[in-house]
């Protein structure tokens, strides 16, 4: 299942590389873009969220010089826990 982010993209990064303690085994950082997304609450207000989404490293070119403007990203997801779907107004 994909859904899609929207929202001003405020920033790209990439994440500092993770070694395993256990294996030693180090993992590239991945690039990150750093979107802020309007979240309408039940009283009609506007709540910001900052969402950190992680890119393939392949990818991240293309939003470069996107920073500072509307973008959607379609993701996929993922959860320790159940997720819900309702639909938005």
Same mark, same amino acid.
């Given at each position: 299942?994909? +859904?899609?982010?929207?929202?001003? *993209? *405020? %920033? /790209?990064y990439v994440k500092p590389d993770f070694k395993d303690k256990d294996s030693g085994e180090v993992t590239k950082g991945k690039?990150? *873009?750093?979107?802020? +997304?309007?979240t309408e609450l039940s009283n009609g207000s506007i709540k910001q969220e900052?969402?950190?989404? /992680? +890119?393939?490293?392949?990818?991240? %070119?293309?939003?470069?010089d996107k920073v500072g403007k509307k973008i959607q990203v379609p993701c996929s997801f993922m959860s320790k826990s159940t997720v819900s779907f309702f639909v938005s107004n």
């Open positions: 299942m994909k +859904v899609i982010i929207e929202g001003m *993209l *405020l %920033s /790209t690039p990150v *873009l750093q979107v802020l +997304v309007d900052m969402q950190d989404i /992680t +890119v393939p490293i392949e990818k991240i %070119s293309e939003y470069k």
